[in-house]
Every structure is written in structure tokens, then in C-alpha cells.
């Protein structure tokens, strides 16, 4: 009778050894909807109104003659519940039984679903930024709410945060709660700055990259003001002119605004937060996993809210 050796498993050794460890995929912290003023008094229907008045005016008065008496300006602001999300999975009555992995990925099904609908508001909630009048300047009070990065490649530069600072204040905006949404490509872009990487010539950097800009989701520093925060959510693939500058397929739309709760860019609600059904499906011998929800999200403040378009490719920078 032989030996055992390695050459001669006889079925013993197993000769592909599975973990028993399931690798998950890595998520982005989401943040869009922090910045959406959730309406509660939505009880039924799909269309809210509400209604707006406009300012006083002033004129010149002499003496003993009429008040000229004028009305202010009303409007109506309509908002709807547009979307309606599904997310749905199932698992056989086979697969359970032979499945070594099964234990560990059931669980996972409803918060794989209610993350992929996450992900759905959070893109949406962005993608506010193109409710503005696209290839234009958008001004108000004489500040510009939406133009092209100035720095090479259209990379965003510390000037076109002064510029979006500019358009904000002009608009009456709060300095407070300043807040910057910008892509992965605007990080490397001041990453590689000259005047960040010589902070000692440059006292207005200092501090900002002993370890790198940012920590998590949040730059170390702010920029003029502006808590610089980062989504890969953010409208990509944008080809815009706007007062002769030009991002053409490569753009990118990082937005700016005050986060202050009472002015919050946008609007939304929800008919029906993210809700989960399950049932056994016998026909097809098979347990079923279904997400669904209904909402809205609607630009509400356009004058608190700037766009700069900036370029996304690295090698241009």
C-alpha cells in the first residue's frame, strides 16, 4: 500500500480552499440629502404649492401730492413627486440549501437595495445643479451662478472660489455655513498646486496639506470660507459653453451654497420612504426581496446656489 504524499491526495486534500470571509465592495459616504429641506406637510397628492412675495418698492414723495400705491409681486412655486425606485432580488429554495456563502448574503439583500436607492436621491439631488438655465451665466445681482474653471485644463482654481464667494454674498446669501461639493479630480488639482507644496512662501496654504487636503469626506482647511467636501456623485460628462469657456465632455459640475437649514438649495419629499416586501414565491420555488419608494427633489433657492464646471482629466492639469 503507498504513502501518502502530495502527489497522492486520494481525495483526502482539498485542492481549492474557499474563506470563509465574504469581500465587500467599499461605498462613498453619502451626503446630498443633508442638504435637502424635506417638506412634512406633504400629506396627500403628488403636487405641493407654494406660494411667494416679491419686494416693496420705493419712490420719491412731494409734498401734498398722491401715494402711488403699487402691489407686490406673487408667485407660485409648484413641486412634485417625480420618482418612483425599485430595487429588487431573490434567492432559491436550491440555492439556500447548497450554497456554503448563504448564512452571510441574505442578510445583506435589503441594505444592498435600500443603498442602491440612496445612491439614486443622492445623483439626483446633485444633478439640481443642471435646473439652472445650461450655457448661460445665470446672474443675479450682478454675481454669476454658473460658469467654467479657470485654471488649466479647467481645472477649479482659488479664484473661482472667490468668484462663487462673490455671487453668493451679491445674492444675499449668509456667510455662514458656506459649503463646496466638488469632484475627486478638484482635489488632485490643488493637491498638486505649487503654492500648496511650498506652503512657506505661501502663508495662505499653510496648514492646509501636511498629510494630504482632505481626511475622509472633508477637507482640513476650508477655502475662503467654504467647507470643501467631495462626491464622485456629482453631473459628469458635460459639455457646456458658457460666456465663451468651454468644458466639452469632460466636465464636471461642482456646486456651492450656504448650508444654513432655513435657506437649503433644495427641496424635496417623500410619498413613501424606502419600504421592504419579501414573500416566498412558491411557483418558482423561491424567496423574493422588493424596495420601493416615491419622492421628489426640486431646486428651490437658484440664488443659493452656484456652478462651476471644471475639467476631469488628470493629465491635463
Not at 456623485?233 to 465632455?249: A, H, R
Not at 427633489?297 to 437658484?302: A, P, S
Request: net charge negative; aromatic share 12%.
Amino acid at each position: 500500500m503507498a504513502g501518502f504524499t502530495s502527489g497522492n491526495p486520494d481525495f483526502l486534500i482539498r485542492t481549492s480552499i474557499w474563506s470563509d470571509q465574504l469581500k465587500d465592495v467599499l461605498e462613498e459616504e453619502l451626503m446630498g440629502t443633508n442638504y435637502v429641506d424635506w417638506l412634512t406637510d406633504f400629506p396627500d397628492g403628488d403636487t405641493f404649492n407654494i406660494p411667494s412675495i416679491g419686494n416693496a418698492e420705493v419712490a420719491d414723495y412731494v409734498e401734498d401730492t398722491a401715494i402711488t400705491f403699487r402691489a407686490m409681486d406673487t408667485g407660485n412655486f409648484q413641486f412634485q413627486i417625480t420618482e418612483y425606485l425599485q430595487s429588487g432580488t431573490y434567492v432559491t429554495e436550491k440555492a439556500k440549501q447548497d450554497s456554503f456563502y448563504m448564512s452571510r448574503i441574505l442578510p445583506l439583500f435589503v441594505p444592498k437595495q435600500a443603498r442602491a436607492i440612496q445612491e439614486k436621491v443622492e445623483t439626483d439631488v446633485f444633478a439640481l445643479a443642471n435646473s439652472q438655465t445650461l450655457s448661460d451665466l445665470n446672474t443675479i445681482n450682478g454675481g454669476d451662478h454658473r460658469f467654467v474653471a479657470t485654471g488649466t485644463g479647467k481645472a477649479l482654481t482659488v479664484e473661482d472660489f472667490a468668484r462663487a464667494d462673490y455671487a453668493l454674498t451679491q445674492a444675499n446669501v449668509p456667510q455662514t455655513n458656506r459649503v463646496a461639493i466638488v469632484d475627486p479630480s478638484v482635489i488632485y488639482s490643488f493637491n498638486t498646486l505649487p503654492n500648496i507644496v511650498n506652503v512657506i512662501n505661501n502663508p495662505m496654504w499653510e496648514g492646509l496639506v501636511s498629510t494630504g487636503m482632505s481626511t475622509g469626506m472633508k477637507f482640513v482647511k476650508n477655502i475662503l470660507g467654504f467647507d470643501v467636501y467631495v462626491s464622485k456623485f456629482l453631473p459628469k460628462n458635460m459639455t457646456e459653453t458658457i460666456d465663451g469657456q468651454s468644458v466639452s465632455g469632460n466636465g464636471v459640475a461642482n456646486i456651492f451654497f450656504s448650508a444654513d437649514r432655513d435657506i437649503l438649495p433644495f427641496i424635496g419629499a417623500w410619498r413613501q420612504m424606502p419600504k421592504v416586501d419579501s414573500k416566498f414565491n412558491m411557483d418558482r420555488q423561491r424567496t423574493e426581496f422588493a424596495t420601493t419608494a416615491r419622492y421628489g427633489v426640486k431646486l428651490f433657492r437658484d440664488d443659493n446656489l452656484v456652478t462651476v464646471l471644471s475639467g476631469t482629466t488628470i493629465s491635463s492639469f
